[in-house]
T-cell receptor, first 114, second 110 residues
């Protein structure tokens, strides 16, 4: 059972480049999330989705875009990468509202912008 | 800005002792509270959740909630070196997403 799969696991970008972090889950979860975690810090919510076709901003959405065309996939797009976007990105999913259900996390994607 | 505050630590306890981790939150409307454990270089994993005022026990772990004081804590009894990790407090926001604190790093020495 794969759970939540993130790709790539590591990536180095140059300033101004763009890329997409992929996230896929095979648990038929409606709720999906993108968090970033800076060194020594907690998780900051970037975007979330409560179902296909529905997305909403979290705490730190600037510089990112998302889409949710299917239940399984929730890609995160970085446009014009900046050094401030150097971080570890975690995708997560939940079968129910997070106040009643557990979040399942992917293994993370470590991004460095130079 | 709704916030979740934790002492970043590190909190150091000897093996077999009780570790006490604390968390405060700003949104009085929050209704559910979670503790996640994160080992270095790994993704977070759920330890416990609590919805009602009072204590909730699960093995060596006890979560305590006081909504009037906007305070939630995690007690780890008989701490083991394998408990050494960062503990993240999380609070639901508007029922659709979790907001996390910065985490408290726990070190258990043998």
């Amino acid at each position: 059972n794969a759970g939540v799969t993130q790709t790539p696991k590591f990536r180095i970008l140059k300033i101004g480049q763009s890329m997409t972090l992929q996230c896929a889950q095979d648990m038929n979860h409606n709720y999906m999330y993108w968090y970033r975690q800076d060194p020594g810090m907690g998780l900051k919510l970037i975007y979330y989705s409560v179902g296909a076709g529905i997305t909403d901003k979290g705490e730190v959405p600037n510089g990112y875009n998302v889409s949710r065309s299917t239940t399984e996939d929730f890609p995160l797009r970085l446009e014009l990468a900046a050094p401030s976007q150097t971080s570890v990105y975690f995708c997560a999913s939940s079968s129910r509202l997070p106040n009643t259900g557990e979040l399942f996390f992917g293994e993370g994607s470590r991004l460095t912008v130079l | 800005q709704k916030e979740v505050e934790q002492n970043s630590g590190p909190l150091s306890v000897p093996e077999g002792a009780i570790a006490s981790l604390n968390c405060t939150y700003s949104d009085r409307g929050s209704q559910s509270f979670f503790w996640y454990r994160q080992y270095s270089g790994k993704s977070p994993e759920l330890i416990m959740f609590i919805y009602s005022n009072g204590d909730k026990e699960d093995g060596r772990f006890t979560a305590q909630l006081n909504k009037a004081s906007q305070y939630v804590s995690l007690l780890i009894r008989d701490s083991q070196p394998s408990d050494s990790a960062t503990y993240l407090c999380a609070v639901n926001q508007a029922g659709t997403a979790l907001i996390f604190g910065k985490g408290t790093t726990l070190s258990v020495s043998s």
